[in-house]
């Protein structure tokens, strides 16, 4: 740094004398260097700690979910309402008319439509697809076959719809996923739905959604049972069901019947 003689001293005193500092031009390019890798530090911490919290506000929400879902039972004879009105009578007490799970809970009046959407205003770039591409489809699937009365016995299809789960009769609440991050994907990996309805018990199935790794990175947040939500850390984002558990008539997990199934292993 240099100091300027602020004029007036040219030789013996004068009376008044002002001195001042200047920055060199290289010296404000070093502050402005310095700071801009302070800022460079800092924008990663920060963009991590909104990440952070939206997954906190989604927690927040699948967790109104689930006081829906219970509010719903206790009006119908402790059943989880059916995932879809289906045709065959199944659904037992549990009705909701032509609607999905999400619109019953809606116009029935259990919780609000906010609840439903992990991010609430613009989701842009939260979830990538094979190509890379981004997209808003940002729901919350319902465990449809081992809870909302899709399939819990043999597999998949109308012929096999049962009864919705009765909360009375899930013996492993802490266990068992009710709902959770989901996406949907078609085979080549592109998103192609909202992720709202149902989230599938094992691997890819055309028209069901699989568990979402990629908007709160590696992280899916899932609403069990018993009202807790929390985050479970996958190993592999494009294939969270190596975390998650894959179900398959020979492989009854509980996390995903959570003791409805007679053949059920941990
Ligand atoms: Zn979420």
Known sequence: MRKRDGGGNTGGPTGWRKDYTVFTLIELLV??????????????????????????????RQKQIGIALHLYAD??????????????????????????????????????????????????????????NTSNNIGYGYNYGGIGGAACSSGTGAANYVTPANIREIRKPSKVYVTMDTVFRDSSGIITGKGLETVYWGGYYNG????????????????????RCTGVKVSSRWDPYLTLKAWSPTKPYACWTGGRHPAEIE
């Open 31 to 60: 502050v402005i260097a310095i700071i801009a890798i302070l800022a460079g530090m800092l924008l990663p911490a920060l963009n991590s700690a909104r990440e952070k919290g939206k997954s906190i506000a989604c927690v927040n």
């Open 208 to 227: 069901a959604g699989m568990p979402d790794a990629f908007r709160h990175e590696g992280v899916v947040n899932i609403l069990f049972g018993d009202g």
């Open 75 to 132: 009006d119908y004879k402790g059943y989880y309402p059916p995932w879809r009105t289906n045709e065959t009578g199944a659904d037992g007490p549990a009705y909701i008319e032509n609607k999905f799970w999400h619109r019953g809970l809606t116009s029935l009046g259990y919780t609000t439509k906010n609840n439903f959407i992990c991010y609430p205003r613009n989701a842009t770039g939260s979830q990538i697809d094979v190509n890379g």
